[in-house]
């Protein structure tokens, strides 16, 4: 693997970087209400050496009736400082799935013009299957002004994916597993219809990882897109059920040098929730 500050990052790279004093380690662990798991324990219970605990569920823009929905810039910036996070330092996140919700805070960090921002493949379980330090310290804060530049373009609301949808000038791609994809499971949230957006293509998040968990290799990542159907000479608006592995996607993309790709932040949550929007099956 090919290590990239701007993208990902493999274990080696971090330990080596572990003590660089602008190094700074979000854990963005989060996980749906069925996994039985709560994050924010397992970090006080044992964390990367350094890391802070980013919650997306927090750090969210809280106006919206939607999950976890991309923060205000002001939010953003006064829960990073409070981190001890700002201008200038090469941030690295990761998650206890392995490649799961940390991509979300990396597209975050982007939306807001940050770009020296990583993934850490294979997570937390690689870190510690690697039998590499843990801590249940945290680590001491010290403020960091944080200036954001918000880039608009990486983010789509529900208006201009419908319009997406109807003019086919962007390729839609959703994250959600096959079956959910195709409307024959049940979704998770309750009172959402079944299906997915029309037009959309299906490239299921798990099916850009290893069975390790870490990312495939740009040249089996493009496989993935092109087995799809999708036209990766299109831009991509990237879906799922609530804007978090639609991320995934948009790393994924940013790894085999597709730059043209936004998120459609409210994803399913939203678009199976209004029943004047259309839905597609099978």
Excluded at 148 to 160: I, P, S, W
Excluded at 170 to 197: N, Q, Y
Excluded at 229 to 237: E, F, R
Aim: with cysteine; hydrophobic share 40%; net charge negative.
């Amino acid at each position: 693997m090919q290590d990239d500050p701007k993208t990902l990052v493999s274990t080696d790279w971090l330990a080596a970087h572990l003590r660089d004093p602008d190094l700074r380690i979000l854990d963005a662990s989060w996980y749906l209400s069925d996994a039985g798991r709560d994050p924010k324990a397992e970090y006080a219970a044992g964390h990367i050496p350094g890391a802070r605990f980013f919650d997306i569920d927090e750090i969210a823009e809280h106006r919206s009736a939607l999950p976890h929905m991309a923060p205000p810039s002001e939010k953003f910036i006064s829960r990073l400082r409070a981190m001890g996070v700002g201008d200038g330092h090469q941030v690295v996140v990761y998650d206890g799935a392995g490649i799961l919700s940390a991509p979300r805070v990396w597209w975050t960090f982007r939306l807001m013009g940050k770009t020296d921002v990583a993934v850490l493949d294979g997570g937390l379980p690689k870190w510690r299957a690697e039998g590499r330090e843990i801590e249940d310290m945290g680590p001491i804060i010290r403020d960091r002004h944080m200036t954001v530049q918000r880039q608009a373009g990486l983010v789509k609301d529900v208006t201009q994916v419908a319009a997406a949808s109807k003019l086919g000038d962007w390729e839609i791609v959703d994250a959600r597993s096959a079956a959910r994809f195709r409307g024959e499971a049940p979704e998770p949230r309750p009172g959402l219809r079944a299906g997915h957006i029309p037009g959309a293509k299906n490239v299921p998040y798990q099916s850009l990882l290893t069975p390790e968990g870490t990312l495939l290799p740009p040249e089996a990542l493009r496989a993935a897109f092109e087995a799809a159907g999708v036209d990766l000479k299109k831009p991509v608006i990237s879906s799922c059920g609530s804007g978090i592995t639609a991320c995934v996607l948009d790393l994924a993309l940013e790894r085999i040098g597709h730059r043209a790709h936004a998120v459609y932040d409210g994803s399913w949550a939203e678009w199976g929730m209004y029943g004047d929007l259309r839905v597609a099956k099978g």
